[in-house]
């Protein structure tokens, strides 16, 4: 039996000021009939929190960046708790099974950068990586048809990897974790479903 494809979609942080965040994924996943959602959640509040942290207590990139992982799990961990139906899924067999299920998944994020560690080119452990080149890195090494980047804001002229990074739009390392990607879409969530 042939799976589904993925599309995987990064989920900005910013986003959690929605109190109908669910009913807008429901509807974006919706738009692409036949496919397999993966969510990749932003860290918001959290993140900000330990961007915070690390200018008080000056941790350093490796502590920094660690902690920063656990946010968006724990970003995760609340979208998971707002839409009962997903399913957590730490690697590609998980992934399969949700698949296999129709059920749409969520990534551990934490699971799926120490995977990277094990791997020749793991990210690198600096502020210049977020969750968005988190997202383009699951997206490629799962072999997405698709990364949707959903944010809070409608989307620049061009959304060519590097252009994006220049102007801010994403972090500074999302021009090379993106680089093998099929496609990259961008919708302003804010704007839809109202």
């Not at 960046?65 to 961990?77: E, F, K, M, V």
């Not at 950068?113 to 383009?136: F, G, M, R, Y």
């Amino acid at each position: 039996m042939s799976l589904p494809p993925v599309v995987a979609y990064k989920v900005g942080g910013s986003l959690f000021s929605l109190p109908d965040l669910p009913d807008r994924l429901r509807q974006v996943w919706r738009e692409r009939p036949g496919t397999s959602p993966l969510l990749i959640v932003g860290g918001g509040a959290a993140a900000d929190a330990v961007r915070d942290w690390d200018r008080t207590f000056q941790f350093g990139d490796d502590v920094a960046h660690w902690l920063a992982i656990d946010a968006l799990d724990l970003s995760a961990s609340l979208l998971m708790r707002l839409m009962p139906e997903l399913q957590l899924v730490r690697n590609r067999k998980q992934l399969e099974l949700a698949q296999l299920e129709n059920r749409p998944a969520v990534l551990c994020v934490v699971c799926f950068v120490k995977w990277l560690e094990t791997q020749p080119t793991p990210l690198p452990h600096s502020w210049d990586v977020t969750s968005d080149s988190i997202a383009a890195a699951a997206a490629v090494v799962w072999q997405a048809e698709e990364l949707v980047l959903l944010k809070s804001c409608d989307s620049p002229e061009s959304i060519e990897p590097s252009a994006l990074a220049t102007q801010g739009l994403v972090d500074q390392y999302f021009s090379i974790a993106a680089r093998n990607l099929r496609r990259l879409t961008w919708v302003n969530l804010r704007s839809t479903g109202q």
